[in-house]
């Protein structure tokens, strides 16, 4: 059975910087596409960003385009979400999901899709 953990998340001034990890226990991470969602309070949930399970497969919502990085070192199982820039706009609780691909190196969008979804971690931007 696949569990996420995130971590990292924590308070920051706007335009600083925050790694968020999520680290896989009980199976291989490799064999899953990963996704980053977040949600604001009073808000749905809405995507982020997104892994293949291959690595060579990335996208990004319009609103954190160029200024947030995902990846994954498949061989620690775990992935990354680097956030610079950060703006208030950003604050939310930050949740990492994995699911099993059809393809390796296709990623997925909809929260519906994925199986496995960790704990979240807060994020929170603020002067």
């Known amino acids: 059975q696949l569990r996420l953990v995130e971590s990292g998340g924590g308070s920051v001034q706007p335009g600083g910087s925050l790694r968020l990890s999520c680290g896989a226990s009980g199976v291989t991470l490799g064999d899953y596409a990963i996704g980053w969602f977040r949600q604001a309070p009073g808000k749905e949930r809405e995507g982020v960003s997104f892994?293949?399970?291959?690595?060579?497969?990335?996208n990004y919502a319009n609103s954190v385009k160029g200024r947030f990085t995902i990846s994954r070192d498949n061989a620690k199982n775990t992935a990354f979400l680097q956030m610079n820039r950060l703006k208030p706009e950003d604050t939310a609780v930050y949740y990492c999901a994995a699911g099993v691909p059809i393809n390796p190196g296709s990623y997925y969008s909809l929260p519906g899709w994925y199986d496995y979804w960790g704990q979240g971690t807060q994020v929170t931007v603020s002067s």
């Open positions: 892994i293949s399970a291959d690595g060579g497969e990335t």
